[in-house]
């Protein structure tokens, strides 16, 4: 009898262990895979040709015409444990030299969560910087089809190599989480943040051995059923210029490169209004000395924009105006601008995971550096952009 008892027992006990294997879920079951794909058309009812954007679409003006792909992205993310939570993503459509749609990391890097509920949380890679809210949000949702110039200039590619602190209770986590589901945010960077950076932009390495410092806070409220979201951020380091003419001296210790900035979101449910504004100082090619300065900027923007569902489908009517006064330090010769841009379009959701914006464009630029130190460009363009979402 006892024998018999004991071999049901350890029975009992293997049938046991080997149904908790069975249910035990494996690091990479927890994977998911998803990303984005967006085709554009630039050149409809264009008057200027020399009127273009370098840092908002490499086919907007002369140099581009026909169809472009803007992006093409693929990520995988996942929960693997508890305490860590992994992101990759490249990009299959940016241009090297003569050569397209080669592939570049975007993100790359892994969340360490202090508690369980990550409440506290280390972020280390390759990732957005925590400055202005329009840069961290994904391009997937934002409604115009390129960020602003005032407060992505601080942010080409809006990404660096660093290691940024994030906290949030969980109260504004799982607002965030239901704003994301809703299609109205992109993400959840913490109502504080700080952190420091290389400071020479993705995928560029270090050329100062000095650290940019970052530092944000955020306090979104719901009203009813609206939610709106206040935010302040800053920034300061040195900025090496690398893309400059043979005639320019640079200093190689790098200029001084500082920004605070305020950002409003009023979510569209149905009207919202998204709005930021930032003063600092950086690298700007001044014309009258034919060199790179340490000089003022300032600049920032405003999108009005209103939710209509109808016919079972979603439209995003908007309109946004942008102002920008300094200098692009990563482009050439730190290249000084003045922009006055006015945008008016429409974002449509025909069917699920397909999205298509058209906009037009007002332009008002002033950009200016040592090849082409007398250029002011004026005109208007239509712009289209067919979206896959997955």
Not at 99 to 108: I, L, N, P, S, Y
Not at 151 to 157: A, E, L, Q, R
Not at 306 to 322: C, E, L, M, S, T
Not at 325 to 353: I, N
Request: charged share 25%; glycine share 10%; aromatic share 16%.
């Amino acid at each position: 009898m006892r024998i018999g008892w004991f071999v049901t027992c350890m029975l009992a006990m293997t049938l046991s262990l080997q149904a908790q294997e069975k249910q035990e879920e494996k690091w990479y079951e927890r994977l998911s895979l998803g990303g984005y794909m967006q085709v554009r058309y630039n050149g409809l009812f264009e008057t200027n040709p020399d009127l273009y954007c370098e840092q908002c679409d490499e086919n907007w003006g002369s140099e581009g015409g026909g169809l472009s792909f803007r992006r093409i992205r693929f990520k995988i993310k996942g929960q693997i444990t508890p305490h860590i939570f992994v992101y990759f993503q490249p990009d299959f459509a940016k241009s090297v030299g003569e050569e397209h749609f080669v592939g570049r990391v975007k993100d790359a890097y892994v969340d360490v969560g202090v508690d369980e509920a990550s409440e506290f949380r280390f972020r280390i890679g390759q990732s957005k910087v925590p400055y202005g809210y329009e840069n961290m949000q994904s391009s997937s949702h934002r409604i115009p089809l390129d960020r602003d110039d005032a407060m992505n200039s601080g942010m080409k590619d809006e990404r660096d190599l660093g290691v940024f602190f994030y906290w949030a209770t969980q109260k504004q986590r799982r607002l965030w989480k239901q704003l994301r589901k809703a299609g109205l945010s992109g993400g959840d960077f913490g109502m504080f943040a700080f952190g420091f950076y290389n400071g020479q932009t993705a995928n560029h390495y270090d050329e100062n051995k000095e650290f940019h410092l970052v530092t944000r806070f955020t306090f979104p409220i719901t009203i009813g059923n609206q939610v709106i979201e206040p935010g302040i951020q800053a920034y300061t380091g040195k900025y090496v210029v690398t893309e400059h003419g043979s005639t320019i001296e640079v200093n190689p210790d790098g200029y001084v490169d500082q920004r605070v900035g305020a950002s409003f979101v009023l979510y569209p449910q149905p009207f919202g209004i998204q709005a930021e504004y930032n003063i600092g100082k950086g690298p700007e090619y001044d014309v009258a000395t034919q060199s790179i300065a340490v000089k003022p900027l300032q600049g920032g923007y405003i999108t009005c924009s209103y939710y209509i569902h109808k016919w079972g489908q979603d439209f995003y009517p908007f309109v946004r105006y942008q102002y920008y006064d300094g200098g692009k330090k990563h482009e050439l010769d730190a290249r000084s601008y003045a922009v006055h841009d006015t945008e008016v379009g429409v974002e449509w959701h025909p069917f699920k995971h397909f999205e298509l914006v058209t906009e037009y464009t007002f332009s008002d630029r002033r950009f200016e550096d040592d090849v082409n130190p007398f250029n002011h460009q004026k005109g208007s363009l239509m712009r289209i952009q067919a979206q896959v979402k997955f």
